[in-house]
C-alpha cells in the first residue's frame, strides 16, 4: 500500500515569516517528488518537483528530499498573505505503469 | 497552448442515473489521470492510463465506474447508477512519462 502522509493543519505563519511544509511516504522505491498548491475551488498547480536527495531552490520555494528517512519538505521564505493555499505532496515510483499518489494535503494561512 | 480541457464543469444528477465526463489531455502527453476530491479532502486516485499500457484500475471505488481512453486521447470517465457519495469533484491531469501533471478544471459532480 503506497501512503503520502502530510500534517492537515491549518499551519498559520505571519507575513515574511518561513513556513515549513513536511511529507512522509512509505514506499522506500520511490522516485519522484512533487509540490502542488491548490487554491480553494481551483485545480492543482505544480509549484516544485525533485528527484534527487538534497535541496532544490526556486524563488522563494526549496524543496528539501531525505530518500533515507522518506521525507520532503517544501519551505517556502518571506511568507504571503497570496501563498494562502492548501500544498499537497504527490509521489511516485518514476516506473511505467505507476500512478502519482497524493497526500491529503497541508492547508497554510499566513496573516498580514 | 491548449491545456487540459474536461467536461462538463458542472453536472447535477438525479441518484441512480448514469453520467459521462469527459477529459481532453494535452496533445503529445502519453499519461492520463482520473483523481476525486471530495469538499476539504484530498485528491483520491481512481485509475492511470499510459500509452499502449494497460491501465492502473486500483483505485476505482466500486464496478459502477468504469474508464476508458480512445487513441490514446480522449477519456471518458462513466460513473453507473450514481449515489449521493459519488459527489465530488473530478479530476483530469495529464503529463509526459514521469514528468509533472498538469490538471484540468476539473467537473463538479452533484447527485442529488
Known amino acids: 500500500q503506497k501512503e503520502v502522509e502530510q500534517n492537515s493543519g491549518p499551519l498559520s505563519v505571519p507575513e515574511g515569516a518561513i513556513a515549513s511544509l513536511n511529507c512522509t511516504y512509505s514506499d522506500r522505491g520511490s522516485q519522484s517528488f512533487f509540490w502542488y498548491r491548490q487554491y480553494s475551488g481551483k485545480s492543482p498547480e505544480l509549484i516544485m518537483f525533485?528527484?534527487?536527495?538534497g535541496d532544490k531552490e526556486d524563488g522563494r520555494f526549496t524543496a528539501q528530499l531525505n530518500k533515507a528517512s522518506q521525507y520532503v519538505s517544501l519551505l517556502i521564505r518571506d511568507s504571503q498573505p497570496s501563498d494562502s493555499a492548501t500544498y499537497l505532496c504527490a509521489v511516485n515510483l518514476n516506473q511505467a505503469g505507476t500512478a502519482l499518489i497524493f497526500g491529503k494535503g497541508t492547508t497554510l494561512s499566513v496573516s498580514s | 497552448g491548449a491545456g487540459v480541457s474536461q467536461s462538463p464543469s458542472n453536472k447535477v444528477t438525479e441518484k441512480g442515473k448514469d453520467v459521462e465526463l469527459r477529459c481532453d489531455p494535452i496533445s503529445g502527453h502519453t499519461a492520463l489521470y482520473w483523481y476525486r476530491q471530495s469538499l476539504g479532502q484530498g485528491l483520491e486516485f481512481l485509475i492511470y492510463?499510459?500509452?499502449?499500457?494497460?491501465?492502473?484500475k486500483s483505485g476505482l471505488p466500486s464496478d459502477r465506474f468504469s474508464a476508458e481512453r480512445t487513441g490514446g486521447s480522449v477519456s471518458t470517465l462513466t460513473i453507473q447508477r450514481t449515489q449521493q457519495e459519488d459527489s465530488a469533484v473530478y479530476l483530469c491531469?495529464?503529463?509526459?512519462?514521469?514528468?509533472?501533471?498538469?490538471f484540468g478544471n476539473g467537473t463538479r459532480l452533484t447527485v442529488t
Open positions: 492510463f499510459q500509452g499502449n499500457s494497460a491501465p492502473d
Open positions: 491531469a495529464s503529463s509526459l512519462p514521469n514528468s509533472p501533471l498538469h
Open positions: 525533485i528527484y534527487s536527495n
